[in-house]
């Protein structure tokens, strides 16, 4: 099971982006997803984070700004991200930890990654 990210795209300072991350198949349970970005040559960041009761984390540059979300029935994740500047262009990636079944009936439990989507902000 892969996640899958969209959302991304090119927008003005100020203005706002919805990114999305689902599970590419079935999944029975997850722990904890978040978001982290990533520049060139820069270490990727942790952004967001919510655990299965809805707990919410954020990195002091992005808090009041980003909004991290589930929709447990569509089993998706959200960020929402306002008010965007030019230093939050970056490569953004969903991270989870996916509890689910494959083919052969295993259990698996597995650090998923999106492939990452690209977040450019205009000034």
């Known amino acids: 099971v892969q996640l899958v990210e969209s959302g991304g795209g090119l927008v003005q300072a100020g203005g706002s982006l919805r990114l999305s991350c689902a599970p590419s198949g079935r999944i029975f349970n997850n722990n904890r997803m978040a978001w982290y970005r990533q520049a060139p040559g820069k270490q990727r960041e942790l952004v967001a984070s919510i655990t299965l009761d809805g707990t919410t984390n954020y990195a002091d540059s992005v808090k009041g700004r980003f909004t991290i979300s589930k929709d447990n029935a569509k089993i998706t994740w959200y960020l929402q991200i306002d008010s965007l500047k030019p230093e939050d262009t970056d490569v953004y990636y969903c991270?989870?930890?996916?509890?689910?079944?494959?083919?052969?009936?295993?259990?698996?439990?597995?650090?998923?990654w999106g492939q990452g989507t690209q977040v450019t902000v205009s000034s």
């Open positions: 991270n989870a930890d996916l509890l689910y079944y494959d083919d052969s009936g295993n259990y698996v439990a597995e650090d998923a």
